[in-house]
């Protein structure tokens, strides 16, 4: 049978590659595999990211019917006490981070942005067939 097994990259526009490139590697971890002028590729939570040169005030978020900018991806975590100290991590490494949430579901969540304003999620709960796959 024909069908998507994952996703293995994921873009998100940059205004400077250079600083984008260090930046992710400095506060998130991020490995670094490929850059030049237009493009950096590196690698985090068990994927591979293009940072892509956009053009001025390009971001990966996008506006809710409710006229809230909102992000377009969640990371996932192994559970609250992760979530917490991951927070207080990027909080002490001056990363934007909003507060830890309850938004009425399992688990909680933080959103966090990059230099150039995109916004992701933290959510604490790691997916199931996640932690099957990799005896989590």
């Not at 293995?8 to 998130?28: C, D, F, H, M, Q």
């Not at 850059?35 to 053009?55: G, M, P, R, T």
């Not at 992760?82 to 009425?104: D, P, S």
Request: hydrophobic letters at 40%; zero cysteines.
């Amino acid at each position: 049978m024909n069908k998507l097994v994952r996703v293995g990259t994921t873009y998100i526009p940059v205004s400077n590659v250079e600083r984008s490139a260090s930046w992710y590697g400095e506060k998130l971890g991020a490995e670094l595999s490929y850059i030049d002028e237009e493009k950096a590729i590196i690698n985090l939570a068990n994927q591979s990211f293009f940072l892509v040169k956009a053009q001025v005030n390009e971001s990966a978020n996008f506006v809710d019917a409710e006229g809230n900018e909102r992000f377009s991806m969640t990371f996932e975590v192994g559970g609250l006490e992760a979530l917490t100290q991951l927070h207080r991590t990027f909080k002490e490494n001056e990363i934007i981070v909003g507060e830890i949430e309850n938004r009425g579901h399992t688990g909680r969540n933080f959103v966090f942005s990059d230099p150039d304003g995109n916004k992701f999620d933290v959510w604490s709960e790691l997916s199931p067939t996640f932690k099957e796959k990799f005896n989590i």
